[in-house]
């Protein structure tokens, strides 16, 4: 007896249409999902074997499979160097800390724009432009300015901070004006249409921002330990070219790449969570 | 010597000599002109007109949300100086929040204003479960149709406890049944509450078959044109659906199309 065959006997009243429908939706979800791998895993195959054939110079790429002995390699502290884990959870917090003030601070000055149009008015064009900046170039002024530590969480913080400031307060104004008309009609006050309508009706573009500023925020951090720091995933990534030890640096891209992912399942997550009281 | 008029109970809602103008960068529109109106406590009133003739602008002004440029808008004698606990005011859509609840919406007036909210909440369960969606006060809105929805706006104006109901073309978001039914529903509540009512609508149907005094405004800048009692044969008001059926209608509709000056344009 087939899987089909045991889902019509447990639901008698599917019609054999309907079984063969939902044999095509499995079908073209799992091509999806099996493309998806094939793709991984054709790109790590011609990472290895590339390589090795000597096509490309191994020197400037390392191979996949050295970076299993590399990473258990940096997990043991060294005179030098802190182990690896050390390094991911300093770009973890500093990214977490960036991103968090990020959203507390993109949303206070949101909600003082919304307040206050005039101050809207005045600053649109200061915020588009601060937001265009490469704000990179400041890496080394904030190195001097705030020092080693400070200077990543400010780097963090530069790079997603006007993004997330023009996300929410376009979330903001795009609040339907009759549902403030509507609070206006009950004798709302300004303070009332804030936090009884316009933030609670915001919380979908809250977490399209947090999803937009996790991502910048990684940047910024790692952007930041370039210049500054004597621990976490940049700094290793620098330290790694420095030395010419590609297998470092491919190890730590490898491990950013996992933050990232996991930052996204983390917000995706808290967004369904969200979602589901709506 | 004029007999003196026939002693008539102070107007609940009234115009005296209304303006309005809405200023712009190109210039000033006049959007409504010299209106001057009386509503008696009770009464239920329709205004009807065209698009843009001011007939919700005219809602804005009695509701506070908008102060006239010349004239005053009185309710029970005294001068509206901003949103009235007094008045309730249904909007052209439920525009029921999204993450609230039934009966989180249904209280928000309440909570807006203040008030005790146990007392709110037995209140809003209490019209909400009259108006048939006692199971549903833990839902949220898009759980329910767009005629249950309007119901939850009704049951947030009401728990408020306004004297005067605005209705500002409340079923124009619904299909043509519910807004039959609903209407009917509507007018037979605000009627039981002896709440005086003022809906404006461009459906001369719906204002004849509603109200009891039926207002006709002209094209901006809005003016009141007419002003006309609607009356059946009969003890008892009919419902507004058994109205529909009613030779008076037909007579009345004919007459407020005529004053409408409809012209399809193009």
Same mark, same amino acid.
């Given at each position: 007896m087939s899987k089909a065959d045991a889902v019509t006997a447990a639901t008698p009243g599917i019609s054999t249409q309907y079984r063969d429908w939902l044999?095509?939706?499995?079908?073209?979800?799992?091509?999806?999902?099996?493309?998806?791998?094939?793709?991984?895993v054709i790109f790590l195959v011609l990472w290895e074997v590339l390589p090795?054939?000597?096509?490309?110079?191994?020197?400037?790429?390392?191979?996949?499979?050295?970076?299993?002995?590399?990473?258990?390699?940096?997990?043991?502290d060294t005179p030098q160097q802190p182990g690896i884990l050390t390094h991911t959870w300093a770009t973890v917090v500093a990214t977490v800390i960036g991103f968090t003030a990020a959203m507390v601070l993109g949303t206070l000055v949101a909600a003082a724009l919304w307040w206050w149009h005039g101050l809207y008015k005045v600053l649109d064009?200061?915020? /588009?432009?601060?937001?265009?900046?490469?704000?990179?170039?400041? /890496?080394?002024?904030?190195?001097?300015?705030?020092?080693?530590?400070?200077?990543?969480?400010?780097?963090s913080?530069?790079?997603?901070?006007?993004?997330?400031?023009?996300?929410?307060?376009n979330g903001f104004q795009s609040i339907d004006p009759n549902k403030i008309k509507l609070a206006q009609t009950f004798g709302a006050s300004r303070r009332q249409i804030l936090t009884k309508v316009v933030l609670p009706g915001s919380v979908p573009t809250l977490i399209a921002a947090?999803?937009?500023?996790?991502?910048?925020?990684? !940047?910024?951090? !790692?952007?930041?330990?370039?210049?500054?720091?004597? !621990?976490?995933?940049g700094y290793l990534i620098q330290y790694g070219s420095q030395i010419f030890k590609l297998n470092i640096v491919m190890t730590a891209i490898t491990i950013l790449a996992m933050v990232s992912s996991l930052m996204y399942l983390a917000i995706s997550w808290l967004e369904s969570a969200v979602m589901r009281r709506r | 010597m004029m007999p003196p008029p026939a002693p008539s109970p102070p107007p609940k809602v009234e115009l005296r000599n209304v303006d309005l103008r809405y200023f712009g960068l190109s210039g000033e529109t006049e959007a409504i002109k010299d209106i001057s109106l009386a509503i008696a406590p009770g009464e239920f009133v329709a205004i009807i007109g065209q698009s843009g003739c001011g007939k919700s602008t005219l809602l804005s002004l009695i509701s506070g949300i908008l102060q006239p440029t010349g004239g005053g808008v009185l309710i029970d004698g005294k001068p509206v100086a901003g949103p009235s606990r007094k008045v309730g005011y249904m909007l052209q859509q439920d525009y029921l929040f999204e993450w609230r609840t039934i009966l989180d919406?249904? *209280? $928000?007036?309440a909570e807006i204003q203040g008030a005790d909210m146990r007392k709110a909440r037995e209140r809003a369960t209490g019209l909400l479960t009259r108006y048939g969606l006692g199971q549903f006060l833990d839902h949220l809105p898009r759980q329910l149709s767009g005629g249950?929805?309007?119901? *939850?706006?009704?049951?947030?104006?009401?728990?408020?406890?306004?004297?005067? *109901?605005? $209705?500002?073309?409340?079923?124009?978001?619904?299909?043509?049944?519910?807004? $039959?039914a609903l209407a009917d529903e509507v007018a037979e509540i605000l009627r039981r509450e002896r709440k005086t009512a003022i809906l404006v609508t461009h459906d001369i149907g719906e204002a004849i078959s509603m109200a009891e005094r039926v207002i006709v $405004?002209?094209?901006?800048?809005?003016? *009141?044109?007419?002003?006309?009692?609607?009356?059946?044969?009969?003890?008892?008001?009919?419902?507004?659906?058994?109205?529909?059926?009613?030779p008076e209608f037909n007579v009345y509709f004919n007459t407020l199309w005529q004053e409408l000056e409809v012209h399809v344009e193009g």
């Open positions: 044999r095509r939706e499995r079908r073209a979800r799992l091509t999806v999902r099996g493309t998806q791998f094939a793709l991984l090795r054939a000597q096509l490309i110079n191994p020197l400037f790429t390392s191979y996949p499979s050295a970076l299993w002995p590399t990473f258990v390699e940096l997990l043991k064009p200061y915020l /588009v432009v601060a937001n265009a900046m490469p704000k990179t170039a400041f /890496v080394p002024i904030f190195y001097i300015w705030l020092g080693a530590t400070l200077s990543i969480y400010a780097m913080l530069a790079i997603s901070l006007f993004i997330t400031i023009l996300v929410i307060y947090l999803k937009v500023n996790a991502g910048l925020s990684l !940047v910024g951090v !790692v952007v930041g330990e370039f210049q500054s720091a004597n !621990v976490g995933l | 919406n249904a *209280v $928000l007036g249950m929805r309007q119901r *939850v706006a009704l049951a947030r104006t009401l728990t408020t406890e306004p004297d005067v *109901v605005l $209705l500002d073309e409340p079923f124009s978001a619904l299909d043509s049944q519910t807004r $039959l $405004l002209s094209r901006r800048p809005g003016r *009141v044109k007419s002003d006309h009692a609607i009356q059946f044969a009969g003890a008892t008001r009919p419902a507004p659906l058994a109205a529909r059926n009613a």
